[in-house]
């Protein structure tokens, strides 16, 4: 009895990290411009020559500024009928971007609290702070694919061909983990 209920309790165990280790999360080398599809550690897919923000990637300062933030987000909302095609928007400004901010007084208080509560209440943050929001993973839409091949673009967002977001598509949904660096 005891081995059956030792057993059941692994087995629950190993089952429950292999299942976290095999949830699909996306990986955003703003170097290389390019996205992998990961499973665990294992690479999936690597889409090639996306674009970034016109101003590059780093710390975003304020809404506008054309940069494409450093972290680690969630898909927080789709939008299927984009002018981008499709749209898969982060849960930007995440916690670690609120609280910087404060300490350089890019945000206020009010601003940081509305923020921090509604990662607590797992809800998509303000997008019109000072910080700027509606940052994500989106098409081309109707854009001119020869500029996409050429420059970066965005105003702080990641593209995709219209082709590569079909293709991603496939494996994104609410909640997958996107680590930009």
């Known amino acids: 009895m005891m081995v059956g209920k030792f057993l059941s ?3 629950l165990v190993l089952t429950s990290g292999f299942c976290q280790a095999e949830d699909i999360w996306l990986l955003i080398d ?19 020559n996306i674009a970034i923000g016109r101003n590059g990637a780093g710390i975003k300062q304020k809404r506008g500024d054309d940069v494409t933030p450093l972290g680690e987000y969630k898909i927080a ?36 609290k509305k923020i921090i509560e509604s990662h607590r209440n797992q809800q998509i943050p303000p997008q019109y702070t000072s910080l700027g929001g509606q940052i994500g993973i989106h098409g ?22 219209n082709k590569q977001i079909e293709l991603l598509s496939r494996w994104i949904k609410k909640g997958t983990v996107v680590k930009v660096k």
Not at 141 to 158: E, L, Y
């Open 77 to 112: 909302w789709i939008n299927k009928h984009s002018p981008y095609y499709r749209f898969y928007g982060f849960d930007y400004p995440s916690v670690k971007d609120a609280s910087l901010a404060l300490q350089k007084g890019l945000i206020n208080e009010k601003d940081y």
């Open 9 to 11: 309790i692994f087995i």
């Open 140 to 161: 081309l839409g109707k854009a001119d694919i020869h500029i996409h091949r050429f420059m970066n673009w965005t105003h702080g967002c990641i593209a995709l061909t």
């Open 30 to 48: 703003t170097q290389k411009l390019q996205l992998e599809i990961k499973r665990g550690n294992k690479t999936i897919k690597v889409l090639g």
